[in-house]
């Protein structure tokens, strides 16, 4: 089992930056990925970025490309979600992920935070 608590989530203006954390409790190990997925209101939920926990490796989104910067501090055992450059429509609820693999799939992921309210104001 993994725990996963998110936090960090906020108003902020366009252009603005937040960042979010995701501490992670439980079996973790090395070969574990975790993920940032997004749900806005009436829309369904999608992939932003992930990191696989060892090695560091990261995928994005290509609407967060450039903008966003996932990482990882082991020794704290928590993921990061750097947003810069916010935009309106990155409004949507955050919610962090853990599964075994570095896909876009949510339904590849096995466990999930309970999520952060992001809301970008124009």
């Known amino acids: 089992q993994v725990q996963l608590v998110e936090s960090g989530g906020g108003l902020v203006q366009a252009g603005g930056s937040l960042r979010l954390s995701c501490s992670a409790s439980g079996r973790t190990f090395s070969s574990i990925v975790m993920a940032w997925f997004r749900q806005a209101p009436g829309k369904e939920r999608e992939f932003v970025a992930a990191i696989r926990w060892g090695s560091g490796f990261t995928g994005y989104a290509d609407s967060v490309k450039g903008r966003f910067t996932i990482s990882r501090d082991n020794a704290k055992n928590t993921v990061y979600l750097q947003m810069n450059t916010l935009k309106p429509e990155d409004t949507a609820v955050y919610y962090c992920?853990?599964?075994?693999?570095?896909?876009?799939?949510?339904?590849?992921?096995?466990?999930w935070g309970q999520g952060t309210q992001v809301t970008v104001s124009s």
């Open positions: 992920a853990a599964g075994p693999r570095l896909v876009s799939t949510e339904d590849k992921y096995d466990y």
